[in-house]
Nanobody
Framework: QVQLVESGGGLVQPGGSLRLSCEAS??????????MGWYRQAPGKERELVAT???????NFADSVKGRFTISRNNAKNTLYLQMNSLKPEDTAVYYC?????????WGRGTQVTVSL
């Protein structure tokens, strides 16, 4: 079983920053991992892609976060990060870590991000 644990969410004012972390129970250097990424789901909305990184290093970002969010990882710590800058109220959502493996997808339980005055 692959376990993913998110952390770093919280309440932040518009224009502020947060860094989300996703610690995995397996090596993120594993050849079984095709993609790693972050998704989010706001109230009344469907879950949507925020950012992903593939084994070849290529990244993909939602248009709404381009230029504000970055995705990175620390292989030694088996941890995936999402740096969120210039946060907007529209970024408010539960953020989920996702690993796409050759034999299935795995999800964390999510961490709440609230951007509000």
């Amino acid at each position: 079983q692959v376990q993913l644990v998110e952390s770093g969410g919280g309440l932040v004012q518009p224009g502020g920053s947060l860094r989300l972390s996703c610690e995995a129970s397996i090596s993120i250097f594993s050849s079984t991992i095709n993609t790693m990424g972050w998704y989010r789901q706001a109230p009344g909305k469907e879950r949507e892609l925020v950012a992903t990184v593939s084994r070849d290093g290529s990244t993909n970002f939602a248009d709404s976060v381009k230029g504000r969010f970055t995705i990175s990882r620390n292989n030694a710590k088996n941890t995936l990060y999402l740096q969120m800058n210039s946060l907007k109220p529209e970024d408010t959502a539960v953020y989920y870590c996702n690993f796409g493996l050759r034999f299935g997808d795995y999800w964390g339980r999510g961490t709440q991000v609230t951007v509000s005055l």
